[in-house]
């Protein structure tokens, strides 16, 4: 019937010339777009039947990046044109949440009267044709050249969408939005995303699309905003190529009371289709396979999120009790689970609570978030980290690549596997690992910290202290780390007295300690003495103690504070790898930590670390090899 309406048919008092884009009433004539006219012509194709917007947009607009709003202004415009009254309508019903219904039955139009001349149709299959010969040649070109008008999408960061709903809020539905976006773009294997950290770093800063592109290393940006528009908030995102400043596509979506869930998934699925059509190379977007259909439930786990990302001791209590809520009204809701999992290790460093008590609340919580989604990366990098706290590095490896390849772009899972690799001695396996960390979250204070880590293991490499006091700036807690055994190498004592102070309140070391670290420094107290006196304050940071001694010299006190260590407490013990330990690795019970921690196991099926391969081995290396007659 569609291919009979397209020469013409009549609609209650309106005769409707699809070929020329044109209805006719009682002389007047009036003119309508072409997508207009093709939401007519669909919708007149299936009269008095429920038309799904999702299907009207497919086929009016196929392959294009548009959402619901251009179909909303493209109804209106029709009931305009029409004279139709959408509260008494007589054409076009809209059936709340489905679609739209043609009222009317069309009927078809006498084809002699209304088809053109024979004349006219030869010329538009003249028309026609050559335009297709056109069409193909440019194809063809741009199939062998991969020219496509403008530089394909390689890397975005989606800015955190602007909430001008005038409500502040109601922010963390504006911020929710913007992390459901960055974490589809995360799931496509040929598009790098720059992290959440990184992208609200630069909220409100004013800067230019070209600044945005350099200091975050993207050729394009998606930027954004959520207003109040006729009942309804209207989401509008648009892309924009950093070098040039030019828009490569915009998209808008109203969101009504009660459809967040359709929204957001709406929103993301158009996104996609927006950087596909700017030349981005973009796969089908997967689907979540948990969700909820509790409107206050997921709002809960928002405001938890936006609370999570805060880090202060304030906004973490904020969080759980948000997060717990959620999980009460909805326990299958796998995010807040998993959410849930990612704050109690957090937890440890803000709210004082105890590393074995985190660790079972993170393992409780990862369970079920894994239960009713077995493929949420936040609870698979989460349990990875676990698994690798519980010696455990096989396996926590395993999900640490599982994790990274349902989501190339996840910071954090690089940034922890490269930690896992460095306390395994794969040395520069973990150093490209967080490379690539800091590639995806080049403004987060963690990126850079334990990118200076990696580089501490360099002792020539000068980038250290730019990568720590940029750290510093951006989150003071962990800097003071890498900056005491700077400056401890440099030979300043004073400066690195003063970081190690930072450091110890940070840790929460005991002052008296403190002080002892500082006279021994400086050789104002035996340092031989040194481990006796520090007995009363290593209870908790045997690992910490360790590295002091070494870099002290006090090298059988190092080793022994490391064997001292209880696999349970939930660090990755690294340091052991400082060239400061290096007369430590070498001491007869060094291979002991080594079986104590399973490396030996771990090195004998998947190779040595790098002390064992680059340069001249070190003495343990050769005592494991006996180990398995190697």
């Keep these: ?84 009254d959408a509260g008494k309508p007589r054409y076009i019903e809209n059936v709340p949440r489905l679609g739209y219904r043609l009222l009317e039955r069309p009927q078809v139009l006498d084809s002699a009267v209304n088809r053109p001349s024979r004349r006219m149709r030869r010329r538009l299959k003249t028309v026609s044709a050559t335009a297709m010969v056109l069409a193909a040649t440019m194809l ?52 790098s995303v720059s992290a959440r950290t990184s992208s609200f770093a630069l909220r409100n800063q004013g800067l230019t699309a070209e600044e945005i592109g350099q200091r975050l290393g993207v050729d394009s940006i998606i930027e954004g905003s959520v207003r109040n528009e006729r009942g309804v908030k209207r989401v509008t995102v648009q892309l924009i190529e950093t070098q040039s400043g030019a828009h490569r596509g915009s998209v808008s979506l109203d969101v009504a009371d009660g459809t967040l869930f359709a929204a ?35 709002e809960l786990y928002l405001r938890g999120r936006a609370a999570l990302q805060t880090r202060s001791a304030e906004s973490l209590r904020a969080a759980r009790e948000f997060l717990l809520e959620a999980v009460h009204l909805d326990d299958d809701f796998a995010p807040a689970h998993a ?19 985190t660790r079972d609340l993170a393992e409780a919580s990862i369970r079920k978030a894994l239960a009713h989604d077995p493929n949420n990366v936040e609870a698979l990098v989460v349990s990875a980290a676990l698994t690798a706290d519980a010696g455990n590095f096989p396996e926590s490896l395993r999900l640490f690549d ?23 001695g794969y040395l520069q396996a973990g150093r490209k690992s967080i490379e690539t960390a800091v590639r995806l979250d080049p403004l987060a204070g963690s990126t850079n910290t334990v990118m200076a880590k990696a580089l501490s293991f360099y002792p020539d490499d000068e980038r250290m202290l730019t990568l720590t006091k940029r750290a510093q700036v951006l989150d003071a807690r962990l800097a003071p780390k890498f900056l005491t055994l700077h400056y401890f190498r440099e030979g300043d004592l004073q400066a690195f007295a003063q970081e190690l102070v930072n450091y110890n309140d940070v840790l929460g070391i005991h002052p008296e300690a403190t002080e002892l670290l500082i006279q021994a420094a400086n050789d104002e107290i035996d340092r031989d003495s040194l481990a006796d006196q520090l007995k009363p304050y290593a209870i908790r940071r045997n690992n910490y103690f360790a590295r002091e001694f070494a870099m002290l010299g006090l090298h059988s006190e190092a080793l022994d504070a490391l064997l001292r260590w209880p696999s349970h407490e939930g660090s990755f013990i690294d340091d052991m790898w400082l060239p400061e330990f290096r007369e430590v690795r070498a001491l007869p019970g060094f291979p002991e930590l080594i079986r104590q921690m399973g490396l030996d ?20 290396c050769e005592i494991i090899a006996l180990a398995y007659g190697t």
């Design 140 to 191: 063809a070109y741009q199939l062998l050249t991969g020219y496509s008008g403008s530089p394909r999408i390689r890397s975005v960061a989606v800015l955190p969408l602007v909430n001008m709903t005038g409500d502040s809020d109601k922010s963390y539905i504006s911020d929710g939005l913007t992390e459901e976006i960055i974490h589809v773009i995360a799931q496509q294997p040929a598009l």
């Design 1 to 84: 019937m569609e291919c009979d309406l397209l020469h013409g048919f009549r609609l209650g008092e309106w005769r409707v010339y699809p070929e020329r884009n044109c209805i006719v009433s009682d002389g007047r004539e009036l003119h309508l777009e072409g997508k207009i006219m093709a939401v007519l012509v669909y919708l007149c194709g299936k009269p008095r039947q429920v038309v799904p917007k999702f299907e009207l947009l497919d086929k009016v607009w196929p392959n294009q990046a548009v959402a619901e709003g251009v179909l909303t202004r493209a109804v209106y415009e029709l009931r305009r044109m029409l004279d139709d």
């Design 402 to 424: 599982r994790a990274i390849e349902l989501q190339p772009s996840h910071a954090i899972g690089h940034l922890w596997r490269g930690e896992v690799l460095h306390t395994l």
């Design 601 to 620: 196991e771990y090195w004998h099926t998947h190779g040595p670390p790098d002390a064992c391969n680059h340069g001249t081995p070190e003495p343990f």
């Design 339 to 357: 959410s849930l999992a990612q704050l109690h290790l957090v937890a440890r460093a803000y709210l004082g609570i105890g590393i074995a008590e």
């Design 264 to 298: 957001q998934s709406r929103l993301s699925e158009i996104v996609i289709r927006m950087l596909g059509g700017a030349g981005a190379d973009v796969q089908s977007m997967p689907v979540s396979a948990s969700s909820t259909d509790q409107i206050e439930v997921y």
